[in-house]
């Protein structure tokens, strides 16, 4: 037995190092830079010629007192912000979002671009919407994975230029607050069967309780529903960036989460939260879900937004600062 021990002792190390460089996690970085990136006829198109659907949704009246850049999360695309949207635009507030790469109808559905490319589309995009609103404020608006995608971008040495933001339940479970199998699997996954989709299906996770729009999320054919483990790895390494630079984060910013949100754990949250700067503004809701925006009690953290983007200093009229 000692000689098994011992060849194992040898060998194990080997077979796991060979399983681990057999096959790396894919990730579709951008092409070369061709052109200055620009907005125009509904379309984003990034510097690398990449083209990004858009859509807006601009106050009725043509009164507009802010706007708000947003970025959807996981797998979803611009269409999440459709209801919260227009909830905004009667109040002045106009509102615009992209299809971020590998999702919705951008290029190359289903591939993790990177976070760099991620950030830097970010960064255009804003320059763009501020040419065409000079004189507003200019919000970055994050939800889950957008979330993490706008801090990392905002605490960056060449942030884009928002006036503020605001963090939807951000996804910050960075590998620090995972469980270590979890860990693990992750690692000799994406190493090993990289294009292999998941469905998540099984795990009874609820992610809103607006079942009718969980529904039409299920008929809708650009929300994607299998997932390739190496994208699940490239989000892992976002929020693994995004929770250790929170703390980097100067900019006025209002974070959102939900008491019943099972997609991102209050551990790595409430980990984010005391890294942050202590004037963050904090809005914590007792029946919210992961899709806070879209929850059947979503026009309670639309109107604390509201209320945040028009008067920074008043309290909020729904969220708590704490539990």
Partial sequence: M???HTLLKIFLPIVVLFILSSCAPRVNHPGKLVAVPKLENGLYVAGDGAVLPVRSWLPKDGRI???IVALHGFNDYSNAFTAPGSYLNRYGIACYAYDQRGFGSAPDRG???????YTTDLAGFVTEVRKLHPAVPLYVLGESMGGAVTIVAMSGNNPPAADGVILVAPAVWGRDTMPWYQRWL??????????LKLTGKGLRVIPSDNIEMRR?????PLFIKATRIDSMYGLTNLMDEALSRAGKLHFPTLVQYGR??????MEP???MLDKMPAATRRAFYEQGYHMLLRDLQGDKPLADIVS????????????IDQW
């Fill in 65 to 67: 007192t802010a706007v």
């Fill in 216 to 220: 039409a999320l299920g008929r809708d």
């Fill in 260 to 265: 019943h949100d099972q997609v991102i754990p």
């Fill in 308 to 319: 945040w983007v028009t008067e920074r200093n008043r309290p909020l009229p729904y969220g």
């Fill in 2 to 4: 000692s000689r098994i």
């Fill in 186 to 195: 992750l690692a000799v996954t994406s190493h090993t069967v990289p294009w």
């Fill in 111 to 117: 591939l993790w671009a990177g976070v760099g490319a």
């Fill in 269 to 271: 949250t409430f980990m």
